[in-house]
Structure formats: C-alpha cells, structure tokens
C-alpha cells in the first residue's frame, strides 16, 4: 500500500485529498499544527471511533516553521508521495502578518525538500507543492498558462514564488520528483468562513431565513476562475502519478467576478439583485423576489424581504493595499497531459455550497442561537 503525507489535512483541500486518497487505497498521514480548539472537522469521519482499531488514516502534529519535526515524521513514514498543502493561506492576512507567512509558507517548502534529501528519499518520495494563481497578480496576458510571467502582489504570493522556485530548483538540482500545481481559485461547501465565496453564500442563506440584515464585501469588481476543490484534488494526485514531474496550470478556463457570485448565491435562494453606484458607493439591491424558488428551497413563505431593500454595501475595510484585479486559467496543460477535467461549473458550485449553507443553518440548534450574524470580518478572495 502506497503511503502518503498531507501537510494542512485539516483545510478544504487537505481533508478532500485525504478522502481521496484512501479510497485509492493509501495510508494517508496527515500533518497538522497544534490549536487549544478543536479544528479537525473537515476530517473526523476519516478517524476510527477506538483508538486500536485498524485505520488507513493517521495524523500527526508538525508547523511548517520547524525543521525537526519534519526530517523526524518524514524518517518514521518515508511517505511514497507528500502532498505540502499547508500554508497562511489567507492573502490580507499576509500584509499584516508578512515575515510568519514568508517563514511557513516559502522556507516551509524548503524544509520538506531538504528534509526528502538530506534523508535520502530522492528516489521513493515524490513531492507535491501547492502553488497559487496569485503567482500571476499584476497578470502580464490573459488567460494564464504554466509560461506566464510571474507578478506577485502581497506577500504571500511572494512567499509562494520562493516556494514555487525552490521546487523546480531541487528537482533540477537533485532529480526529485517535485511539481507544483499551480491552482487556481477552488472553493467548495467545507471552505473557511473568512473567504469571500463562503461569507457570501453563508450571508445569502443567514439573509433569506431571515437571521441576518446585509453583507459587507470588498472589491466586487475583482475576477476570479472558480472552481471545485474536488476537481482540484483529483489533479494533485493526478500530477504525481506521471513519469516525469511537471509543473501544471489547473483551472476552469471561466472567469466570475466577486459581484457575479454573489447574484448567483442571492438569485439560488430566489431574491434577484441589482447593482447600482459606482466605487464604496455601489449597493446590491432587491430587483425582484420569485416566491416559488423561495418555498422551494426554504420551506416557507418569504415575508421579510421586499424589492428596494439593499442587502449588500462595499465596505473599504475589505480591501487589499494592492489588489489583483482579474485571474483566468489555461488548463490546456492539464487536459492533455494529466486528462483532466472538471466535473463543475460555477453554477453547481454556488448551488451545492448555497444547499449546504442552507442546511446547515436551519438546524434547530442553530436557529435556536438565532443564528449568526455575519460581523466585521477579514475577508479573502483566495
């Protein structure tokens, strides 16, 4: 049985590979960094109710800022494949926290390779590095392929060009299996709730039962190429399954703006908006509301809301010091060499992550609390 090692097992993409992966019949070994609470529900289906009973899932504690911890888990396992998932993934956060991100995020990617070398896995282990499509930032050419000039435009897309380049250069300097796949935007209904795609899609489920007032958004005119996170996945494992390593653009090919988005969450739940302003002065207001999807997917009769109400303004706090403005993938790489497609669209996206938000926001429990009121939060089109 072929072992693999995910950093980052408790994220979005973390928990997906991981699922994925044992299903193909792996020992999985997931890395996860220590938190007084508890953050592993992404994956706690995958754990054995006893602690002794047999499992091809197990995880372990590391932070990619520690170089002992890794050669020590990386000498215990001699993983057949590591998948390096982790990261501060979270780009405003970056300008804020910017030497930790460059720390765990660029030097990281080092520690694992010199840590696959200097323990002489070379030959067993192959590597897998998850870079970015904020890589592109300032975009040099629409759509970007793996020959794009890089541009990053917040220290974390910097960070993750040292982590980009340290790859290519170990498997050029060393002839290590090492590839990164450079992933495009993907979301999915287990994403963070700091990120755009799920504080919208959880505003437009809070604001149609009637548990929340607005949304605040930032940049509504910034482009993203949104996808699955389940599609992404399978491109990872894909990617190291092939006889030489190489670097691959995964992407949809689709471009969606953070405003297009946020129409398609509100029009799932049947309440069509609006724009209208320009700048910090654009709001998204009620067009008009069809009452039959409403009853059809909330159960009820819609009430609270009518047309003219405005339920979403641009809040300046939101924005980044620079900004990516449009980012579009060329999977043509991917389709080709790997056989890659995506099984989704943006629209069975934002239904799928609009039906679980939904769900999960009309449990008792949770109307009890009366639900939750999306505060000042930071977020992230990440």
């Known amino acids: 049985m072929k072992k693999a090692l995910i950093t980052g097992v408790t994220g979005q993409d973390g928990a997906y590979l991981a699922e994925l992966l044992i299903k193909k019949g792996y020992i999985v070994y997931g890395l996860k960094r220590r938190a ?70 660029g030097l990281g990617v080092l520690r694992i390779l010199e840590s696959i070398r200097l323990l002489g896995l070379e030959k067993k282990t192959k590597f897998y590095q998850a870079s970015t499509s904020e890589l592109y930032g300032k975009v040099r050419e629409t759509p970007q392929n ?19 380049w340290i790859t290519v ?16 935007n993907h979301e999915s209904p287990i994403r963070g709730e700091t990120f755009v795609t799920r504080k919208i899609t959880r505003a437009a489920a809070n604001i149609a039962l009637g548990l929340q007032k607005k949304l605040l958004l930032g940049n509504l005119n910034a482009k993203r190429d ?11 494992w894909l990617m ?21 988005f946020a129409v398609k969450s509100f029009g799932y739940v049947g309440i069509n908006l609006v724009f209208l302003g320009e700048g ?30 405005v339920l979403i303004e641009v809040d300046p706090f939101y924005y980044r010091p620079t900004e ?3 980012l579009l ?54």
């Not at 498997?171 to 992933?183: D, H, M, P, Q, V």
């Not at 949104?226 to 990872?236: L, Q, T």
């Not at 943006?346 to 429990?365: I, T």
């Open 36 to 105: 007084s609470t508890f953050n592993t529900k992404r994956i706690d289906h995958l754990f054995v109710k006893n602690r002794g009973d047999e499992t091809n899932f197990h995880y372990a504690y590391t932070d990619m800022t520690e170089t002992t911890s890794l050669v020590r888990l990386l000498k215990e396992i001699e993983p057949d494949e590591i998948y390096n998932l982790a990261a501060q993934s979270h780009v405003k956060v970056s300008f804020d926290t910017p030497e930790y991100t460059a720390n765990a995020d």
């Open 146 to 164: 793996e020959n794009t000039p890089f541009y990053p435009r917040s220290p974390y897309a910097v960070a993750k060009i040292y982590g980009y």
């Open 169 to 184: 250069n170990y498997r050029e300097a060393y002839n290590l299996f090492s590839c990164n796949g450079i992933l495009f």
């Open 226 to 236: 949104w996808g699955h996170a389940k599609d992404y996945v399978k491109a990872m």
């Open 240 to 260: 190291l399954q092939q006889d030489k390593p190489e670097d691959f653009v995964i992407a949809t090919g689709i471009t969606t703006s953070v405003r297009e």
């Open 280 to 309: 910090e002065e654009e709001r998204g207001i009620v067009d008009h509301i069809d009452h039959e999807r409403y009853e059809r997917r909330i159960g009820k009769k819609f009430a609270h809301i009518r047309k003219g109400d």
């Open 324 to 326: 990516v403005d449009l």
């Open 329 to 382: 993938g060329d999977p043509t790489k991917a389709r080709e060499k790997l056989g890659w497609e995506p099984k989704y669209n943006v629209e069975m996206l934002v239904d799928e992550m609009m039906d679980s938000d939904l769900k999960m926001m009309q449990k008792e429990d949770y109307l009890k609390k009366g639900g939750f009121e999306i505060t000042p939060q930071i977020e992230d089109i990440m």
